[in-house]
């Protein structure tokens, strides 16, 4: 039975014709940084296949070798496959899944940030033994106004949120229909939000979002969790820094665990800050070109 820990995967580079590390797969890198975040707040066991290191084997020894209950991952996709990092030119982009290694899964929730893995790869994955799998039936578009810059792309940034509430409602505790529900909820937020702006690309941000909110699909049991419920490192440290006597005691215990647990909660607290600030998403492929001349991306 697979522990209580996750495995995030997010590749960052695409093909040179696609961007390399300036391409769609920078956006997904940088959105599954925010559920990083999360599981830091959360405290427990992690795992970050980033980069080079979001390659087939890799990916299948750290399922092996960690064994997590929860995967949340970044990649382009097609119906039968979900690919990560772009190796190089003879090889093309590593395989990380497809219908013949779904097997993988067996006893895992499973989140896909990746075109068309909805239609038949995460069926496939609950068919051999996977609890849940959540993804995307069609391709997952979003309008991009800068490219160069993603975490500053105010076009983007909807598409970021509402992909990412999911993966952290399970990091909180949540079962699938529960974090199904506040991301279908978040998504027509954003919708309501960008209907009533008087923004030139509203429009194309309504429209993909709607598109991506449709794609939105779900298959196994609702009633399971990703992680179980724990009380975040962070909001423990907060609650002993409102207690001066708890601190205390905490401290004349362990001084020097103590002072380690805080500096460590610490650190990870301004990190989130500044990325919650400052950290926009980031996710994926070709660009497109709009009637209203902004553009789009896909994974």
């Known amino acids: 039975m697979p522990r209580d820990a996750a495995l995030v995967v997010r590749a960052n580079r695409d093909s040179p014709e696609n961007g390399g590390t300036a391409g769609p797969m920078a956006?997904?890198?940088?959105?599954?940084?925010?559920?990083?975040?999360?599981?830091?707040?959360r405290g427990g066991a992690r795992l970050d296949l980033r980069g080079d290191d979001a390659v087939g084997e890799k990916f299948e020894s750290a399922v092996r070798t960690e064994d997590p209950s929860l995967l949340v991952g970044c990649g382009h996709g097609s119906p039968d496959t979900w690919v990560g990092q772009y190796v190089e030119k003879e090889y093309g982009y590593s395989t990380l899944m497809t219908t013949h290694n779904a097997g993988l899964m067996g006893g895992r929730v499973v989140y896909l940030l990746s075109c068309l893995t909805g239609r038949e790869l995460g069926p496939a994955m609950v068919r051999l033994g996977a609890i849940a799998y959540t993804?995307?039936?069609e391709e997952f578009i979003w309008t991009v106004e800068s490219p160069e810059s993603p975490a500053a792309d105010r076009l983007a940034a909807p598409f970021g949120n509402a992909s990412t509430v999911f993966p952290k409602a399970l990091v909180e505790g949540k079962t699938v229909r529960e974090a199904k529900e506040k991301a279908l909820r978040v998504f027509e937020a954003e919708m309501e939000r960008w209907e009533k702006s008087d923004d030139p690309y509203a429009r194309e941000v309504v429209k993909w979002l709607l598109w991506d909110r449709d794609a939105f699909t779900v298959v196994g049991d609702e009633e399971a969790k990703g992680l179980e419920p724990r009380i975040?490192?962070?909001?423990?440290?907060?609650?002993?820094?409102?207690?001066?006597?708890?601190?205390?005691?905490?401290?004349?215990?362990?001084?020097?665990?103590?002072?380690?647990?805080?500096?460590?909660?610490?650190?990870?607290w301004a990190m989130y800050c500044i990325r919650s600030r400052w950290g926009l998403p980031r996710v994926i492929s070709k660009y497109v070109t709009s009637a209203s001349g902004c553009s789009t991306r896909h994974l």
Not at 27 to 41: D, H, Q, V
Not at 248 to 259: E, G, H, L, R, V
Request: net charge positive; proline share 2%.
């Open 27 to 41: 956006y997904g890198n940088l959105w599954m940084g925010w559920i990083l975040n999360s599981l830091r707040w």
């Open 135 to 137: 993804g995307y039936s």
């Open 232 to 268: 975040a490192l962070g909001l423990l440290l907060s609650a002993i820094f409102r207690t001066g006597t708890a601190t205390a005691a905490a401290i004349s215990m362990a001084p020097t665990k103590a002072a380690a647990i805080a500096a460590r909660a610490m650190g990870e």
